[in-house]
């Protein structure tokens, strides 16, 4: 896009535990110009910061956008975040950084004021503002990754809840007494529908000797298996794996009914890898949701894919610092 | 109380299946006069809307307060509402009341304007404005009954979803695949913790043939046990009733650390039948919600009784009514 200059521009970053995206954006989330480094993730704050400030810093020189123009930056941390005070209060994947001033130093290496928040939280409001939640009043968005992220956005703007660790929607106990999760209890979400349990999901089945592509694509080492290998093959056609997208659906299902139930929203958003299977999860989470909401919940409700892919993270920082710095909702 | 002519009054109204109470109520929750009337909940929408005029012209004549001085009323329906709209949704404890006017035919009968809500979101208003929910931001109030109602206020406001439904937190799946509940679905928190699985949970224990309270409580008939009786003989420490409780507020405390890792509220407030047991059943729930809700949730959040008792109806409805019609919060 060519840069107006009668209207104000944010930054939008991406911090992830490997590296760091910035791009300048405008309010209708345009992208202008890109700065990407390395996060260096274990080498402490001082270098983290310093290599974020290299990305916004190349961003802003190849957007074309006027650096007066600028109202600030919006950066998404996987973590917890407490936005007001610039501390990230835990952040498993950066060495140093639990309990620590990020905001400041980021502020002081790039000049521009800093917001912060959860990448989770932030994608929501990405998605909210820019994406599959435009014109809806509440949205929640699950991130099907490794774990599974959450976000709400209420009239407008995020809850974080009064300690900034809202809506760990990923940590709800959907089986009591049910399998571990990585969090140390049992029956969580996570547990039953984040990256490991799918894939075990799948191998548990092949290993009881029914023919799958999965055994070929996993080099004949079950181990091996990822979310996307389940999706490519369940989209041509796979048993094993469409079973597996099925069973997933179900697990996911009952979390997504579970928040519409306790929240009665009007836009549901299904985002991370392996909601790239498209309908062939959606169609088992909708179906489960149908038969385990209320009723006025379902019909008030749409379920739908997040819509900004690997921008997510850029747009949702952007919307993040334009609702901060620039006035917007 | 003496009513005092410089501050504004509301009609707080508490509408059950069998009575309706009405009470007229200042800014600080102080209560002046009494109506009561049978709710005549089998009889439509008219007999019952005169019954409510009564209740409310009673509480005002023997209230000593100036007509003049009343802003409106605020009710509580056992249902689902819409506020805006006058309209009452569903409310399976009255004949004919589905998706039906009361909120214009009793502003016409009582000469006030009227606002409504369910029972158990202004119960939660109620709580929050006058009762254990003081001081705090975000606040989620169980009410443990027959079924399990649940009222969540963010930044003052009552948050009841974008058609009136949330948060039905007593059917959130607590465990997939499990019992039968109310609402034909399976594995709800209230099929867990309801009334009915309560009474159930205690009379299987008796049937093993253990000593108990509850065998001569329930005049040898294990059919007639009611979480009253549990309470009391837990009190007196009946060991089968005090199990009972602790299995119960295992399940509600899952419920409980459900909803504090999705909303991570400051406080938590638990009221209903039940609850009267206070510590014998609060403590299993502080127990389960430690170790079952995100460390920094568990921190921020305090798990409180109710406080108001038999008035949470009137004093919810009231402050209901001064949000609408005082400019209170």
């Not at 929640?140 to 774990?147: A, E, I, K, N, P």
């Not at 976000?151 to 089986?175: F, N, R, T, Y």
């Not at 921008?311 to 006035?327: E, N, S, V, W, Y």
Request: negative net charge.
């Amino acid at each position: 896009m060519q840069a107006n200059e009668s209207i104000p521009y944010v930054v939008g970053v991406d911090l992830g535990g490997t590296n760091v995206r910035a791009s300048v954006t405008d309010i209708s989330g345009n992208l202008y110009g890109e700065g990407r480094t390395d996060s260096r993730a274990m080498d402490g704050v001082d270098a983290t910061v310093a290599q974020i400030a290299t990305a916004v810093a190349d961003a802003v020189s190849t957007s074309g956008v006027d650096r007066s123009r600028i109202l600030g930056i919006g950066m998404g941390v996987p973590g917890t975040v407490l936005p007001d005070e610039g501390i990230v209060a835990w952040a498993p994947n950066f060495r140093g950084w639990d309990g620590v001033q990020v905001g400041e130093p980021l502020r002081v290496a790039t000049g521009l004021p800093v917001i912060m928040g959860n990448d989770a939280n932030v994608a929501a409001l990405g998605e909210y503002t820019f994406g599959a939640g435009v014109g809806s009043r509440c949205m929640v968005m699950f991130t099907l990754g490794t774990g599974i992220g959450s976000g709400l956005v209420i009239d407008g703007k995020s809850w974080i809840g009064v300690s900034g660790c809202a809506p760990e929607m990923g940590h709800q106990i959907i089986l009591a007494d049910g399998p571990r999760c990585g969090c140390g209890r049992s029956g969580c979400l996570e547990a039953l529908a984040g990256r490991d349990p799918i894939c075990f999901r799948a191998a548990r089945k092949a290993h009881l000797g029914r023919s799958t592509l999965l055994l070929e694509r996993s080099g004949h080492d079950l181990r091996y298996i990822t979310p996307a290998m389940i999706s490519e093959a369940a989209a041509e056609g796979d048993e094993i794996a469409v079973e597996t997208l099925n069973e997933t659906g179900y697990y996911i299902g009952l979390g997504v009914a579970n928040a519409m139930n306790i929240l009665n929203p009007d836009c549901f958003v299904i985002g991370g890898g392996i909601a790239g299977a498209g309908d062939l999860l959606l169609e088992p989470i909708r179906r489960t949701v149908e038969v385990n909401a209320l009723y006025s919940a379902v019909k008030a409700c749409r379920i739908v894919r997040a819509q900004l892919g690997d921008d997510a993270g850029i747009l949702g920082g952007a919307a993040t610092a334009l609702q901060r710095f620039g006035g917007q909702g």
